[in-house]
Nanobody, 124 residues
Framework: QVQLVESGGGLVQAGGSLRLSCAASGGTFSNYRIGWFRQAPGKEREFVAAISWSGGVTFYAGPVKGRTTFSRDIPKNIVYLQMNTLISEDTAVYYC?????????????????WGQGTQVTVSS
């Protein structure tokens, strides 16, 4: 099973930008679909964005649409989440996840591989 490692989180001022990355080890993203989720203290885990590795088709949750770009680097086997115009509501632990189902999904329970998470804190 593929292992996932997130990085790129940190402390940023409101209005700033961050680029999160998720690297696969012990396998590749081939035939996978990858998602980003986030979880703030006291809140449920929330879907952020998803991408299909083979086709690169993306979709985004409403709160981040227009400010966020999900991309992939096929030779490096890495996906990136570029977040711009950050606001305090973006503060959360961000997780990448993957599954091999033949259809896209925003349900956390459908993903069977998860990274350890990376903290994003937006100050204001």
């Amino acid at each position: 099973q593929v292992q996932l490692v997130e990085s790129g989180g940190g402390l940023v001022q409101a209005g700033g930008s961050l680029r999160l990355s998720c690297a696969a080890s012990g396998g590749t993203f081939s035939n996978y679909r990858i998602g980003w989720f986030r979880q703030a203290p006291g809140k449920e885990r929330e879907f952020v964005a998803a991408i299909s590795w083979s086709g690169g088709v993306t979709f985004y949750a409403g709160p981040v649409k227009g400010r966020t770009t999900f991309s992939r680097d096929i030779p490096k086997n890495i996906v990136y989440l570029q977040m711009n115009t950050l606001i305090s509501e973006d503060t959360a632990v961000y997780y990448c996840a993957a599954h091999r189902r033949p259809f896209s999904t925003r349900r956390a329970s459908d993903y069977d591989s998860w990274g350890q998470g990376t903290q994003v804190t937006v100050s204001s």
